[in-house]
């Protein structure tokens, strides 16, 4: 059974800081590339922070230098640090394998992913 529960959001002002958690079933941690995706009003899903199975990160140019990505197998959890956060980096941010996990229908799964806002 697949679950994927993401926290730590809230709202902040800019220029501050906030982790997110991603607690993850079983071991699909231990076993995947994972990913940190993000989706604001309006606009695509997309691709924020993607962390292998090898612990090699990856970052949007949009956020690199500001996030970091990070995975304890132990714990079965991947977190995502944010730091000088700007109000363009408000959004829904889920947790997933990379590539996310299809449903039956086709379609990508996702958890409810935890609301990030960040005021000017």
């Known amino acids: 059974q697949v679950q994927l529960v993401e926290s730590g959001g809230g709202l902040v002002q800019a220029g501050g800081s906030l982790r997110l958690s991603c607690a993850a079933s079983?071991?699909?941690?231990?076993?995947?590339?994972m990913g940190w995706y993000r989706q604001a009003p309006g606009k695509q899903r997309e691709l924020v922070a993607r962390?292998?199975?090898?612990?090699?990160?990856s970052y949007a140019d949009s956020v690199k230098g500001r996030f970091t990505i990070a995975r304890d197998r132990a714990k079965s959890t991947v977190s995502l640090q944010m730091n000088s956060l700007k109000p363009e980096d408000t959004a829904v941010y889920y947790c997933?394998?990379?590539?996310?996990?299809?449903?039956?229908?086709?379609?990508?799964?996702w958890g409810q992913g935890t609301q990030v806002t960040v005021s000017s």
């Open positions: 079983g071991n699909i941690v231990r076993f995947n590339a």
């Open positions: 962390i292998t199975t090898l612990n090699w990160t």
């Open positions: 997933n394998k990379d590539p996310p996990y299809k449903l039956v229908n086709g379609d990508d799964y």
